[in-house]
């Protein structure tokens, strides 16, 4: 599941939104996020949502059951931007990060928001990705984004490769936010 993600190309954000962004290595949940609302705007949200009946966060909502679940019936689709993704693979007591991303290219995740918040919905990994985690975001290319804010899911098919590297635990720290946290770091084996 996605927990973690960076948004860091200050002038490609620019160019496509017409926003400043602050650079973030180290986006995590409750801190106010971009996300494309259903009028294809670029506004900011908290990320995650609280249902009523439930004292805590949600940051993730399944594909397979966000038609089902009442946290999520009342939620507009939406799309988060980034740059790429965090992921833990689990080797015995240990959790190593992995940095996840398209080079070069925005990585877009389908999500659902309301006023107050957003979430990342997520399915299960593709099989190359599935190595490090069994969840991962649901990508959408850019020129599908339109197609998943209007529920029209038969188009949306995501073919480009997912590089990803070991990186620094870190990660794991919320109050670290530098480019080093991307940085390929040497894998070991345990």
């Not at 966000?66 to 740059?83: E, T």
């Not at 599908?144 to 990803?164: A, P």
Request: proline share 3%; aromatic share 14%.
């Amino acid at each position: 599941m996605c927990g973690r993600y960076v948004l860091y190309s200050k002038e490609k954000f620019k160019k496509k939104f017409n926003i400043n962004l602050s650079q973030n290595y180290n986006i995590s949940p409750n801190q106010n996020v971009f996300v494309i609302d259903q009028a294809k705007n670029v506004v900011k949200l908290k990320w995650g949502i609280k249902p009523e009946w439930k004292n805590s966060l949600i940051i993730n909502a399944r594909l397979e059951t966000i038609g089902i679940k009442k946290s999520f019936a009342s939620l507009k689709r939406c799309v988060f931007v980034s740059d790429g993704y965090y992921e833990w693979r689990r080797r015995g007591k240990l959790k190593i990060p992995y940095y996840h991303y398209v080079p070069n290219k925005f990585l877009y995740f389908a999500g659902l928001c309301n006023n107050l918040g957003c979430v990342v919905v997520t399915m299960d990994s593709f099989q190359y990705l599935s190595e490090i985690h069994s969840r991962q975001p649901l990508f959408l290319k850019e020129n599908q984004i339109d197609s998943w804010i209007k529920n029209d899911r038969s188009n949306i098919t995501f073919d480009e490769i997912v590089n990803f590297h070991q990186v620094s635990t870190e990660v794991n720290k919320t109050w670290c936010n530098s480019n080093d946290l991307i940085t390929e770091i040497e894998e070991k084996t345990q």
